[in-house]
């Protein structure tokens, strides 16, 4: 069998989903090809807390996703910065910057809920699954060829663009022969609900360890978000602690600022590794999201900035008959740059910040953080990531697109 599309969207995780119901209010006829079976939620979709950049939620508020939420999500107010062992800290609050909120935690598993409902809407969409993407197939000019598995057998599709949002190990990247460079940051990051005395008040709390960050997100159920970084040598050890041990490591890292830690859901646990392709597009092919680069998911980015990947080519697509030539493609290149190479910038910032690998550096990190003089560039660098408006912005981002 074979079968052709406007385009086709290879992973339907956080990007791809998304994307996909981006194009499909154009109208664009689309296929999402993805691994997980129908009735299944991508693994993707777990219990990890995600931090939308206002500029995210005003987009998916357009798209008609953040309604479609069953749990409200919790507003973050505040960012409240500091380092154990310091008395400065930096407190950012979103009334000193006219606005109500800097942005909202929603919990993965909620989300990936939310998208599907919206993709179970979309007119003009094919979805594939469960069906894996196998690699390229010759074709005629003008399209990609590609075969993909499915249950019913091997199948051919052609499109005249082939949209790569297969996450870190993207084999549409492997296939179309561009390389990555990978950094491993030897931490593993455990991820929990948890409940402390104190409920969340709006206040998002970062605070850097010196064996790595330790993060409380206020959610919409009540619970916070708690996010440990540890040393890989250390994780092991974690992951083995019961309850009680792993609540008094909790306390520890993070003091007492909002109150005792009183009970956690189940951990999960990531490994923390940078992959950064070094082409973002080939011939009628695009990489978008992870599968364009993975970053530390310590600053809260990684979805805001590959959401605005997935808009912004929307962008291009509405404004195109042919959604793949070299043109389109390359002006999607040079417009995603800035806000790529800013927002690494800032993701490496925080991690170098944290990092367990030079302890040497750790007094003069910690004075550079709370520093007076720095203190504006470190506000700018967070106010900017936590409201993802900086640059050239998809149309989608802003405030008036809902
Ligand atoms: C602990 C943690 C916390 C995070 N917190 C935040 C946050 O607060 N804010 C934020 O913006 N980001 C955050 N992130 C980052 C965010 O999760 C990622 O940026 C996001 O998941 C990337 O989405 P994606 O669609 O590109 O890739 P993925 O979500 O990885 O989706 C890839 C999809 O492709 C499918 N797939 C893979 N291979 C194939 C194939 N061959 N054929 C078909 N389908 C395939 C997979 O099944 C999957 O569904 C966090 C990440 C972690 C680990």
Redesign the pocket.
Known sequence: MSARHDVVI???????ASLAIALDRLGREVAL????PAGEM???FDE?????AAATVNALSALGVMQRLQTPPGPIRRIHVSRAGDFGRVVLDAADYGREVFGQVVV?RDFGAALESALGDCRHLTRYRP???LGLASAAGGVRGLHVATDAGEIELETPLLVG????HS?VRGALGIQADVHDYRQR?F?ARVRTTRAPDGTAWERFGNDGPTALLPRGDRHHGF?HGVPEDQADAVAALDEAGWLARAQAAFGWRAGRFVASGPRSA?PIVKVLAQRVTAPRAVL????AQ?IH?LG???????LRDALTLAELVAEAEDPGTDTLLDTYARRRQPDRERTLRFSDGLARLTSNDAPLLRPLRSAGLLAAGNLAAVQSMLVGGAMGFAGDVPALCREDAA
């Open positions: 290879i992973g339907g995780g956080l990007v791809g090809v993805e691994a997980t991508p693994a993707v990890r807390n995600l931090s939308f993965a069906a894996r993407f949002a297969d996450g870190s084999s990051l991820v996010i990531y978008l999201g992870n599968a993975s998911p809260a980015q990684g979805f805001n900035l590959g």
